[in-house]
């Protein structure tokens, strides 16, 4: 019995941590926030809209808005044309998530 448990306990460890590291930047930046809305459905849905919506790239950078909101006020101001033109892709990433993850 004590066996059966450890075993169990071992299996649902590797697959939460399998899980975690398939999740990509922005579905773990998600999950990472502290924002009391932020649970894993949510940020698991939120994630497969930035795989089909964002490249890897774009994907980090976006992730790095989870931690710092001031870094998205920079690039969304900024005069920069790669970040006008990331703020585009971002922006339509947004508006997919809003419609598929509520």
Do not use: N
């Not at 649970?39 to 790239?57: E, H, K, M, N, P």
């Amino acid at each position: 019995m004590i066996r059966k448990t450890v075993t169990l306990l071992c299996t649902a460890g590797l697959l939460a941590t399998a899980t975690a590291t398939l999740a990509g930047p922005v579905e773990r930046a998600c999950r990472q926030s502290d924002r009391p809305q932020a649970s894993a459905a949510l940020c698991g849905c939120i994630g497969r809209v930035a795989d089909q919506t964002l490249s890897r790239a774009d994907q980090r950078q976006a992730a790095d808005f989870f931690k710092d909101s001031d870094k998205a006020q920079e690039v969304k101001m900024s005069d920069r044309r790669s970040h006008k033109e990331f703020w585009d892709r971002y922006k339509r990433f947004g508006q997919t998530a809003e419609l598929y993850c509520s």
